[in-house]
C-alpha cells in the first residue's frame, strides 16, 4: 500500500481525535475518582462525627445514672458540676437555680475555688440584665453557643474567669418551667459544635428532672419535719394542759412551761415573768440549772419591761445583741452575758398585760418569725393557766381566811352561849323561886311581871341552847357512815309523839334510802321540818307526807304539809339566822331551826330550798349526794 501525504494528513487528524478523546476519559475518570475520594472522606468524617455523638450521648447517660440516685440538692448539684466539667473536658461549669420570686438566677454551684468564691459572694444575675449569656438562655428556654466570647457583644465576662474563650449556657427546663440554666465554658475558642449542642439539650432534660426530684424530696422532707414540730408542739401544748390540771400554783405552772419550752425551740437561758400591776414588782421563774441573773433582774424592771412592750405597739420582741445595739438596761445586761439573741413574749389576759415569756441565745440571729409562732401557740393557754392559777390561789387566801373568821365566828358563839348559860340558870332558877314564895302576896302586877321575867329567861335559855348547837353542827359534827333514813325517821316520830298525838297528826312516808350522812343531824333535818310542819298546822289536822327520789347524781328528800303556808317573798328568807315571820305569842321557838337545817345540808354539799302556797301547804326539798 503506497503512502500519500494525503494519507498521512487523515491518519494525523484521527490520532488527534483518540488523544483528545483519551484526554477526556481521563479526565472524568480523574473526576470520577476525586468524587470517589470526597465521598470517602465525607463518609469517614461523618462515621466520626457520630461516633463521638455517639460516645458523648454514652458519657451523658453513665452521667444521668449517676445523678439520678442523689436526692440531696446540695450534693446533687455538686456532683453535676464535678462530672459535667471532668467528664467533658471543659475549663468551667456553673449551675444557675432560678428564683422566680425575685426575677434572679443564683448561682448555688460552681466547679473549683473559682466557683467556691462565687458561691460566697452569693453570686447572682437579675433577669433583667442584657449582657448575659446565661439571663438569654433562661428567656428564650434555647441553648446559646458562643465559639469566641471576645467577638460576642452578649457576653459578660467574669474577672474570676479570665480564660474563658467558648460558652454555652443551656436552659434547665421540667415541662414548660424553666428552673435554672447550665454554664459550661472552655479556654479554646470554637469548642463547641452542633453534636455538642445535641449532646447538652438531651443531658439537660436528666438534669433538670435530677434537679425537680430533688426539689420535691426536699419539700417531702421539710413536710414530714414541719409534721413532727407541729406534733411535738402539740405534744408540747398537751403537757402544759396537763400542768395546768395538776399544777396548783402559778410557779409550778410557769417552771413547767419553760422546761417545756426546750421540746420545741432552742434557748439557752429562759424564763416566764409574772407580774403584778398593783405592786408593779416582776417575779422570775425558771426551770434549767442556771437561775437569771441578778444583773439581768436589776435591769428587767416593770416599767423598763411594759414600755418596751408598749413601744412595740404590744407586739414580740424579736431581737439581736451586738456592737451596734443602742444602750438600755435590759441590754446592757444581756450584753455582759455574752446574749446574742433573745425573744420577749407578752403574756395577756383579756388584754390585760399579767407577764412574759423570755429566751435567749448565746448564738448570732438566732431566731425568727418561725419561732414567734413557735411560742405564740403556747403563750395563750399559758396566760390563761397562769391567770386561773392565780385567782386559785387568791380564792384559797380568802377561804383560809374566812375559815378562820368562822372559827373565831364559831369559838365565840360557842363561849358565849356556855358562859351565858350558867348566869342565866340563876336567873330562871330564883325569878321561879320568887314566883313560888310570893305568888298571891304581891299585886297583880307583880305576879304578871314574875311571869314576863320567867317566859323572857326561858325563850332566852332555849334561844342560847339554840345557838350553841348551831355553832357546833361543824366543829362537832360527826363522821359520815351509811345511814338508813328509815331508821332515822322511826326515832323522829318518836320523840315527837307526844306532839303528834296532841294534834291529831297523820305522818306517812314513802320507802327511804341509805345515805352517806352524819346520822344525828339528819335526825335534827327530820324533827326540825316535821315539828314546823306540826306547829304550823292550819284548821285541819295536819297531814304530813315524807318522799325521797334518786335523781342523776344526789337523793331528793321532801317534807309536805297541810299547813299554813308561807308567802313567796318570805321563801328565801326562812332560812336566815334568827328570822321568824311570826311572833312569839303566836308561834314559840327561837328562828334557829331552819337555819341549823340549812347548815346541815351544806355541810353534807346538798342543797335545801321550799315550795308553798298561801292556806294549802308547804313543801321542804332537800338534796344528798348518792
Excluded at 421540667?174 to 449532646?199: A, C, M, P, Y
Excluded at 393557766?385 to 365565840?412: G, P, T
Excluded at 336567873?427 to 320568887?434: G, I
Aim: a negative charge; glycine letters at 4%.
Amino acid at each position: 500500500m503506497t503512502t500519500t501525504p494525503q494519507s498521512l494528513a487523515k491518519s494525523s487528524d484521527v490520532y488527534e481525535i483518540e488523544i483528545r478523546q483519551l484526554a477526556a476519559e481521563k479526565e472524568a475518570l480523574e473526576k470520577e475518582l476525586q468524587l470517589y475520594k470526597d465521598a470517602e472522606s465525607q463518609s469517614t468524617r461523618f462515621a466520626n462525627q457520630l461516633t463521638r455523638f455517639t460516645n458523648q450521648l454514652g458519657t451523658a447517660a453513665d452521667v444521668s445514672k449517676q445523678l439520678s440516685s442523689i436526692l440531696d440538692i446540695d450534693l446533687l448539684l455538686k456532683e453535676i458540676v464535678t462530672l459535667v466539667q471532668t467528664r467533658f473536658h471543659l475549663y468551667h461549669v456553673h449551675v444557675y437555680l432560678l428564683d422566680e420570686k425575685n426575677d434572679v438566677l443564683h448561682m448555688h454551684v460552681g466547679s473549683g475555688e473559682v466557683g467556691q468564691q462565687l458561691r460566697d459572694i452569693q453570686h447572682k444575675i437579675p433577669l433583667k440584665t442584657k449582657n448575659s449569656l446565661v439571663v438569654k438562655a433562661a428567656r428564650s428556654r434555647e441553648t446559646i453557643l458562643v465559639d469566641d466570647v471576645n467577638k460576642e457583644p452578649s457576653f459578660m465576662p467574669n474577672p474570676l474567669l479570665p480564660d474563658t474563650q467558648s460558652e454555652m449556657a443551656i436552659p434547665l427546663v421540667v415541662g414548660d418551667k424553666v428552673i435554672g440554666v447550665l454554664d459550661v465554658q472552655d479556654d479554646e475558642s470554637n469548642r463547641f459544635d452542633q453534636i455538642d449542642v445535641n449532646t447538652f439539650n438531651t443531658f439537660s432534660g436528666h438534669i433538670a428532672a435530677a434537679i425537680q426530684n430533688a426539689y420535691l424530696f426536699a419539700e417531702q422532707r421539710e413536710a414530714e419535719d414541719a409534721l413532727r414540730r407541729y406534733a411535738s408542739r402539740l405534744q408540747s401544748l398537751h403537757q402544759i394542759d396537763k400542768a395546768i390540771l395538776t399544777s396548783e400554783s402559778p410557779e409550778s405552772i410557769a417552771k413547767t412551761a419553760v422546761q417545756l419550752f426546750k421540746s420545741v425551740i432552742d434557748f439557752d437561758l429562759g424564763s416566764v415573768t409574772i407580774f403584778d400591776s398593783q405592786t408593779q414588782k416582776i417575779r422570775f421563774f425558771t426551770a434549767g440549772d442556771r437561775d437569771i441573773d441578778a444583773n439581768i433582774k436589776a435591769n428587767y424592771n416593770f416599767n423598763t419591761v411594759t414600755n418596751a412592750i408598749n413601744q412595740n405597739n404590744g407586739q414580740p420582741i424579736c431581737g439581736s445583741i451586738d456592737e451596734n445595739t443602742p444602750d438600755k438596761p435590759l441590754e446592757n445586761a444581756l450584753k455582759q452575758l455574752n446574749i446574742q439573741s433573745f425573744i420577749l413574749y407578752p403574756l395577756r389576759y383579756r388584754h390585760k398585760l399579767i407577764g412574759a415569756i423570755n429566751l435567749a441565745s448565746y448564738k448570732k440571729n438566732a431566731y425568727d418569725q418561725n419561732d414567734i409562732a413557735i411560742v405564740d401557740e403556747i403563750a395563750a393557754p399559758l396566760a390563761i393557766a397562769i391567770q386561773q392559777a392565780r385567782f386559785l390561789e387568791e380564792i384559797r387566801q380568802h377561804a383560809k381566811a374566812l375559815e378562820a373568821r368562822n372559827e373565831e365566828l364559831e369559838q365565840f358563839a360557842y363561849v358565849a352561849s356556855h358562859d351565858l348559860q350558867e348566869p342565866l340558870r340563876i336567873v330562871v332558877s330564883y325569878v321561879q323561886l320568887l314566883a313560888r314564895q310570893y305568888e298571891g302576896q304581891l299585886d297583880e302586877d307583880a305576879d304578871i311581871f314574875i311571869k314576863y321575867a320567867i317566859d323572857a329567861a326561858l325563850r332566852m335559855r332555849n334561844l342560847i341552847s339554840d345557838l350553841l348547837s348551831y355553832s357546833r353542827l361543824d366543829s362537832r359534827g360527826k363522821s359520815f357512815v351509811q345511814t338508813d333514813m328509815n331508821e332515822v325517821l322511826e326515832y323522829v316520830l318518836a320523840d315527837l309523839s307526844l306532839a303528834i298525838e296532841e294534834n291529831a297528826a297523820t305522818i306517812t312516808h314513802d320507802p327511804l334510802p341509805i345515805v352517806l350522812a352524819d346520822s344525828t343531824q339528819m335526825s335534827q333535818i327530820l324533827l326540825n321540818l316535821i315539828s314546823n310542819a306540826i306547829k304550823f298546822k292550819g284548821k285541819k289536822n295536819p297531814e304530813i307526807h315524807i318522799t325521797a327520789s334518786r335523781q342523776q347524781e344526789y337523793w331528793q328528800f321532801s317534807v309536805q304539809d297541810n299547813g299554813i303556808g308561807i308567802e313567796e317573798q318570805y321563801l328565801d328568807r326562812i332560812f336566815a339566822i334568827f328570822q321568824r315571820l311570826h311572833t312569839v305569842e303566836e308561834y314559840p321557838g327561837t328562828g334557829i331551826g331552819l337555819a341549823i337545817c340549812k347548815k346541815i345540808v351544806e355541810r353534807h354539799n346538798g342543797k335545801i330550798w321550799v315550795e308553798s302556797t298561801i292556806g294549802q301547804g308547804t313543801t321542804f326539798f332537800f338534796t344528798l349526794p348518792l
